[in-house]
């Protein structure tokens, strides 16, 4: 199958399951090569829109009676999909690069975080190489920043008024999405010493034309 194949195939696939984009194959593979997602799991989905990946969170959290809680954070305001998720599932409509970790914290099961944070976040692609790459990394330092809080710049560095601490528990994960550069491997430079493992991922979903890649984080490590 040509390029063009490829796309179109999984495209049509996201139309047949109930797909609200074809973005869910690319969560649907991390899952399996990784389960980030389990059961009873309180997942934080930044940049949720269109939902793709918030049907495919609920899904993972598996029947409804195994409990769990999805939150989808985005600067559209959108619906959770019917189809897919339920009654776990909300969404936010702010502006993450300002939102305050405070406010996310207080959005979790009983105050104490998430297990789970994702990050699809990607910019406005201007066509400009180096400018998009500047602005993909921005967003995935600001979902690192929300995940780890002061183990990234230190205590009193940040100004959330907050305390400081990010919003993902001891022993969760994090999926952060970027565009291929060098300042996407200062990321993971950044990321590795708080988690137990990070590797990259490019999903067999990606447009063959896209840069995208996806750093996967797993089992924060106690402070």
Not at 74 to 101: E, G, M
Not at 161 to 168: A, K, N, T, Y
Request: aromatic content about 6%.
């Amino acid at each position: 199958m040509g390029v063009g194949g490829t796309a179109d195939f999984f495209y049509k696939e996201a139309q047949r399951l109930g797909y609200v984009a074809r973005s869910a194959f690319k969560l649907l593979q991390i899952q399996k090569q990784h389960r980030l997602i389990t059961p009873a799991a309180a997942v934080l989905d930044l940049g949720c829109a269109p939902g793709a990946w918030l049907q495919v969170a609920c899904q993972s959290l598996g029947p409804i009676a195994a409990g769990g809680s999805v939150l989808g954070v985005d600067t559209k305001k959108i619906k959770p999909p019917p189809l897919h998720c339920d009654s776990r599932v909300r969404t936010l409509s702010a502006d993450v690069t300002t939102l305050p970790r405070r406010r996310l914290r207080a959005l979790s099961p009983a105050e104490k975080g998430f297990s789970v944070v994702l990050s699809d976040m990607c910019p406005s692609v201007s066509g400009i190489t180096t400018k998009d790459a500047a602005l993909s990394f921005e967003l995935a330092m600001r979902a690192l920043d929300l995940a780890l809080g002061d183990r990234i710049h230190g205590p009193g560095a940040d100004d959330d008024d907050d305390g400081g601490g990010g919003v993902l528990r001891v022993g969760g994960h994090l999926v952060v999405k970027l565009l291929e550069s060098e300042d996407a491997k200062e990321i993971n430079h950044i990321s590795k010493p708080f988690f137990k493992k990070t590797s990259w991922l490019r999903p067999k979903a990606t447009r063959p034309s896209s840069r995208e890649i996806y750093l996967i984080c797993q089992c924060l490590k106690p402070t």
